[in-house]
């Protein structure tokens, strides 16, 4: 009676061990689907992000123009930890907003877009209200404080510092949103699991590709040093090359704001955007009509956020004259 009851027991042991394997087999399973939509989502998401990207890179890159050799990479690293700071804000803000209040987004990113596009115009009108004497005075006293030791540079670079984390701040909200929409409709741990690596992802290659754009001079110059031919040709290409690239960098981080920031503002405004896109739709003909489209749309984004930016610096002008009396 004994051994039976044991044998008994013994397959009763049996059957629940059978039924844990299968639940570890179906587990592991539906944990590898979830991963494959996690990986699915986050390359959607990356995808649709990528133009951002591209914008995001622009103004990094400008942010060190001018900071001494040695000092570029650690003003880089500075700007990419503050990245992060931001996201691990925007992340977790994002997903807030999208459970309980989702009518703030588009209204919240309209403010960012607006703030892109006043500090494209007051870019632009610094140029047109200091004159050459004031540029030169302040190239000089940049050059100065690189050369002299004595000068804390940190401290002296910590306004550059702040403005390029400003501005991450708004294109990375961009691209937190932009990421959250294409999860919209996904269970919520997928929602964090994705925006996480978005965020991560976004920050080490911008700030990658900006520390390996702005060493190019070195490398040029390292190359030129060689004893081969071959090494010292493309060493002094890329030393021709960089300083030409950092120009182009600066302008095409200018025009982002205005493209990035008036392409919020059009988006957040319905009738203006589909005016914007009825004017794209009526250029797209021949083969290049998707170019002429995309060029049209993305010009008139650029002409709205120009004027989006004057009307803020001029208002904003106005409120720190009346402060001053």
Not at 159 to 186: M, P
Request: with cysteine; hydrophobic share 55%; aromatic share 4%.
């Amino acid at each position: 009676m004994a051994g039976a009851s044991l044998l008994a027991l013994l397959d009763d042991i049996a059957t629940i061990l059978d039924d844990v394997a299968v639940m570890t087999k179906v587990a592991a399973k539906k944990s590898a689907a979830v991963a494959d939509d996690v990986a699915a989502m986050t390359k959607v998401a990356t995808q649709k992000t990528a133009g951002v990207l591209g914008d995001d890179l622009a103004l990094n890159a400008q942010q060190v123009t001018g900071v001494r050799a040695d000092r570029e990479l650690p003003v880089v690293w500075a700007v990419a930890k503050g990245s992060m700071v931001n996201k691990a804000i925007l992340v977790p803000a994002a997903l807030a907003i999208s459970a309980f209040v989702p009518v703030l987004i588009t209204p919240l990113l309209m403010l960012g877009g607006a703030f892109l596009c006043f500090e494209g115009v007051e870019k632009l009108a610094h140029k047109f209200l200091h004159s050459e004497a004031e540029e030169a005075a302040e190239h000089e006293s940049h050059v100065q404080a690189n050369a002299n030791p004595a000068v804390d540079l940190v401290a002296f670079e910590k306004d550059k510092i702040k403005g390029a984390v400003r501005t991450d701040f708004i294109l990375s909200a961009e691209i937190i949103v932009i990421a959250l929409g294409t999860v919209a409709s996904a269970p919520f741990l997928q929602q964090v699991a994705v925006l996480v690596g978005i965020a991560v992802l976004m920050t080490v290659g911008v700030y990658g590709l900006v520390g390996g754009i702005v060493k190019l001079d070195d490398l040029g110059l390292w190359l030129s040093q060689k004893t081969g031919s071959a090494a010292q040709a493309l060493g002094r290409g890329l030393l021709a090359a960089a300083p030409w690239l950092m120009k182009f960098l600066s302008v095409a981080g200018t025009a982002a704001m205005f493209l990035v920031g008036g392409g919020i503002l059009v988006h957040g405004i319905a009738p203006l955007h589909h005016a914007i896109e009825g004017a794209g739709a009526a250029v797209a003909q021949g083969a290049l009509g998707g170019l002429w489209q995309a060029l049209a749309t993305n010009g008139l984004n650029g002409v709205a956020g120009i004027v989006a930016g004057a009307l803020v610096l001029g208002a904003v002008t106005v409120v720190q004259k009346l402060r001053k009396r």
